[in-house]
DNA sequence: GCATATGGGACTGAAACGGTCCGGTATACA
DNA sequence: TGTATACCGGACCGTTTCAGTCCCATATGC
């Protein structure tokens, strides 16, 4: 199905929240006003804070926020931050050693990795501001590069408050 | 890991076989050429045919071969063909009702189908010709290692030598 | 010190995946 | 017309992954 996995969803749901609401929320507030059971909702927002999407603050008062501003943080970063690194396939996944042993004659891998590049430049071309706030900007980072789109926005105060 | 199922993988690599041998084959050939175990390899070949990416004569004598000229097809198809519709997640399939039921407080719906339609896109410019002859498209250069490339490019009767 | 909140990991039932096998049917050729 | 060949459709099964829950350790504010 090349369907992303319910996890990455909820990611995806959880991220834009926060996005749109700035600032730090409890995971069970997260879980509440998104309407993702409690533990599963904690348990992405544990994997994005690894991942560094989101900044966690714990004790009382604690929970989560983004760690960049909205427009910093491309949509690829949120579902690798769930999925691992998106290696479209086996052999075309450099972390691993695991070599496509007829690499020879299937002379595909170097074709995977050009789909998977494209994959992914797809995905980091559009960020959580996308998401969170729609029609603003849709056809600016579409059609910018992740890059020139940062720069483009790069503008406002730099970071975000955690208090 | 946004991965692309073993399956999948196999598709691609028989397509692009058949890509570079015009004429048809027979899935025996097929497996042995691409080192695909052969029950698997006809599996997959199947679902090739049934969505139209292959065409099938039947009998002795018969075998598979391309629907359309390989830069007719895009490497989207292929995918489709195994992984049925490339739809992220449930609430962005269309053909399901599934229906996200906090779709008025979650609001992401639109923005999948987005990303759904980046990914698609990025596919359907890749054709099964560039993945046959690499080097004929000028952006494979960038991923390419450059030795299965000659090799492949090179292969005058490709179904023989490739073992 | 206590309530609150995240960190990390173990655990489980359900579903999907990878792979194989078999009976049925269509075709070429002797 | 008979037979070998080759695709068609689906059943089957062991393994892995997924979705979700739970528990305990740790950090922090009051």
Redesign the pocket.
């Known amino acids: 199905?090349l369907r992303i996995?319910?996890?990455?969803?909820?990611a995806v749901v959880l991220a834009t929240h926060l996005a749109a609401a700035d600032g730090a929320?409890?995971?069970?507030d997260?879980a509440l006003q998104t309407q993702i059971?409690?533990?599963?909702a904690?348990?992405v927002?544990?994997k994005l804070?690894?991942a560094g999407v989101v900044i966690?603050?714990?004790?009382?008062?604690?929970?989560?926020a983004l760690a960049r501003r909205p427009e910093q943080i491309g949509i690829n970063e949120v579902i690798e931050a769930i999925?691992g690194p998106i290696a479209v396939t086996e052999c075309s996944d450099e972390s691993t050693d695991s070599f496509c042993e007829y690499e020879t004659n299937c002379g595909v891998r170097a074709n995977w990795q050009r789909i998977n590049l494209a994959v992914h430049r797809a995905l980091s071309e559009i960020s959580l501001a996308d998401m969170a706030f729609p029609g603003t900007s849709e056809l600016v980072s579409i059609a910018l590069s992740g890059k020139d789109a940062e720069r483009l926005r790069d503008a406002g105060t730099p970071s975000n408050d955690v208090h």
Chains 1, 2 share one sequence.
């Open positions: 199905m996995s319910k996890m990455t969803d909820y929320h409890a995971a069970r997260l059971p409690e533990p599963t904690s348990k927002l544990k804070a690894r966690s603050q714990r004790g009382a008062k604690g929970g989560y999925e």
